[in-house]
Nanobody, 122 residues
Framework: QVQLLESGGGLVQAGGSLRLSCAAS????????MGWFRQAPGKEREFVSR????????YYADSVKGRFTISRDNAKNTVYLQMNSLRPEDAAVYYC???????????????WGQGTQVTVSS
């Protein structure tokens, strides 16, 4: 069982930055691939980024590539999402998720956080 808790969301102006954190419980954090997803009102949940258990491989949605960076600190049981050059269309609830294999589909992840709201003003 893994419990995930996101933090770091908030209101930011377009062009600004935020750093999301996702703290995980449990002693096997490094065994899990971690992903970030987001969901805007009236839209389906969409993939943002993912990282392998050892942090050696990352992948990004085209919409965030070059602006967002995913990383993890296994000693702290935490995964991060650094978001730069934010745009109004990045506004959403951001969720972190843990799964056995790195993937770009939500169904591949077993454990989910409660989400953190990101609002971007134009």
């Amino acid at each position: 069982q893994v419990q995930l808790l996101e933090s770091g969301g908030g209101l930011v102006q377009a062009g600004g930055s935020l750093r999301l954190s996702c703290a995980a419980s449990g002693r096997t954090f490094s065994s899990y691939a971690m992903g970030w997803f987001r969901q805007a009102p009236g839209k389906e949940r969409e993939f943002v980024s993912r990282i392998t258990g050892n942090g050696g491989s990352t992948y990004y949605a085209d919409s965030v590539k070059g602006r967002f960076t995913i990383s993890r600190d296994n000693a702290k049981n935490t995964v991060y999402l650094q978001m730069n050059s934010l745009r109004p269309e990045d506004a959403a609830v951001y969720y972190c998720a843990a799964g056995w294999s790195p993937a770009e589909v939500a169904g591949a992840y077993r454990y989910w956080g409660q989400g953190t709201q990101v609002t971007v003003s134009s």
